[in-house]
């Protein structure tokens, strides 16, 4: 990490809430980066379990910012990001552990594509570090996105650095100038598909996402969140609202409307099977709740938008039928 007040090349970002147990290797693996023009931010979310004077004692170089409540994903990363110095913005959870070459593959990604605004690691499972938790995501026609390689053992498909549609909130790093551009993440997201919001954002401006397959973390999947806790349906199926009403251009939004609808019915089966009916029903209705304000934001979007339809279109992906195999093995 710098010594002096220079400027930093690159901003890391790391949001915490109640997440002592994970500080130690998340933090301690970026003092490891072999790349040392960087800065750390770290952001509590009001936690309870002394993980502000933790870091505060235990790693005196890094920045701490504490709140006074918890802002979500986003919140936090928004105040980090406001505190950020770095031409390049990394945002990493805490519950991750990247190589020690990480920040230099994502530096030497930048510098090689400089139309890219944004970079996507490659993220493996934190207890299976053989096996890919995800290089980025696609998103298919209907607005669903899909996380590429999830659950694949290493594999020379994802050797090779490739476009994609975006990368995973958890360990992406985002070109400031894009920022400047396009805006940060939205704090009505409060967490989950925030990523997906911005991606979206940024490639109606014209900015690609880059996988660097070098670029290596370890992540606990879901450790903070859970899976399909009722939290992380809420906020997944409101929030998938959200990103296709903002972004999706009106064209390319009656050409799919029928496998919007499929989506929407099969989603509906699914968490009612799951035990999560209501929590999808209560994200439907509060996402109808928001509706005013995103078609407000979705007028500036699709205004400043620089890609046309067909372009849009060509970057979509038929992901829609591996949704249905999830529907299709919850079945008896």
Known sequence: MPDNAAMPEISVVVVNWNGRQFLEECLQSLRRQTFRDFEVIFVDNGSADGSVSYVQNRFPEVTVVPLSENRGFTGGNIAGYQQSKGKLIALLNNDTEVHAGWLDEIYQAAMQYPEAGSFASRMMYFDDRKRIENCGFDLGTAGVTVDLGRGELEATRWES????????????????????????????????????????????????????????????????????????????????EFVYFKNMPLVLMLLSLPQRLLYEVGSAIYFARTGRGAAFARAKFDALRHLPSLLKKRKQIQQRRILANHQLRSLLKPVLAIKFRKLLSSLP
């Open 161 to 240: 650095s490739n476009a994609v549609f975006g990368a995973c909130g958890g360990a992406v790093v985002y070109r400031r100038s894009m920022l400047d551009d396009v805006g940060f993440l939205d704090p009505d997201f409060f967490m989950v598909y925030e990523d997906v919001d911005l991606s979206f954002r940024a490639q109606l401006r014209g900015y690609p996402c880059i996988y660097v397959p070098a670029a290596v973390v370890y992540h606990r999947y879901r450790a903070t969140l859970g899976r399909a806790s009722v939290g992380q349906v809420f906020y997944s199926q409101r929030n998938i």
